[in-house]
């Protein structure tokens, strides 16, 4: 998931300031990677790819 690789790369001593994500499946991760205080950007929604 996006949050377990913003961990990864934390551990490593980066600083993450948000996650860009190609799709938005609307499953819950944008709200959960907001609730851990990061912005979220996507290109695309799921519904505009006629997914949803």
Request: overall charge negative.
């Amino acid at each position: 998931s996006a949050l377990r690789a913003v961990e990864v790369v934390r551990a490593a001593g980066a600083t993450v300031l948000g996650v860009l994500a190609v799709v938005d499946r609307g499953a819950g991760g944008r709200e959960a990677i907001e609730a851990a205080g990061l912005e979220v950007v996507a290109l695309v929604g799921a519904s505009e790819l006629g997914l949803a």
